[in-house]
C-alpha cells in the first residue's frame, strides 16, 4: 500500500508536510548527519509535530490581570499532558514535546523487538498518576512492523487511558496498517511515510537505526 491509499484508507492520519519539518527528515536521512545533530533535530521535530498533535487541546477562559487592565485569556483546560515515550529512541522525541509543555507528565515504556520474531519486548513501565484523565502523546521516532507502537498503546489503554494520539516521525506502510487494526481509534501524526519494510524490518528508504544515531551506540 503506497502513502496515498494510506491517507485515502484513514481519515485520522496527518503527515506533517511543512517544509522546516521536511527539510529536517532530510538531514535526519543523511548518513553523514552527526550523532550531535542527528539529536537536535529529532527533539525539534518534536517540538513541530507535537505542535500539530496538541493544536485541538481544549482551553477555558480565566481571568488575569495584564498591566493595564483584567481580562479573560485561554489556558488549558483540565489535567495536563502525559508524554508516553517507547524507550530509548523516542526519549529525544519527547523531550522535543516537552518543550511545548514542560509541566507535562512523562511515562516511560521499555521495549526492544526480538530479532527473530520481530516482535515487542518489553522490561520496564513506569507511569505517572491519573493517565485516565489526561491527554496521552506516545512517541517513537520509527513505526517499522507497528508491533511495539501497539502494544504500547494497549498497555495505556489498559491503564484507562482514553485520548490516546501517536507521533513518529518515520512509518512503514506496512506498520500503519498493523497499528490501526489493533487501534483504530488512535490518531497518527507521522514526519514521512517510507516504500517500505525490507526482510530485517527495517523501514526503506528510512535513517538506520534511530536509536544508535541517536546515542552514538552500535
Known sequence: MQAADILKSYSDITVIDHPFVQHKLTSLRD????????????EELGTLIGY????????VDIEIETPLEKAMCPVLKGKKLCIVTIMRAGNGLAEGVLK????ARVGHIGMYRDPETKQP??????????????????VDPMLATGNSAAAAIEKMKKMGAKDIRFICLFAAPEGIVA????????????GAIDRELDEHA????GVGDAGDRIYGTR
Open 31 to 42: 548518513k553523514n548527519t552527526s550523532t550531535r545533530e542527528f539529536r537536535m533535530l529529532v
Open 52 to 59: 500539530e498533535a496538541t493544536r485541538d487541546l481544549e482551553t
Open 100 to 103: 511545548l509543555s514542560p509541566s
Open 121 to 138: 519486548v518489553d522490561y520496564y513501565l513506569k507511569m505517572p498518576h491519573s493517565i485516565e484523565e489526561r491527554t496521552i502523546i506516545v
Open 179 to 190: 497499528f490501526k487494526e489493533e487501534h483504530y481509534d488512535v490518531p497518527m501524526y507521522i
Open 202 to 205: 527495517y523501514i526503506r528508504p
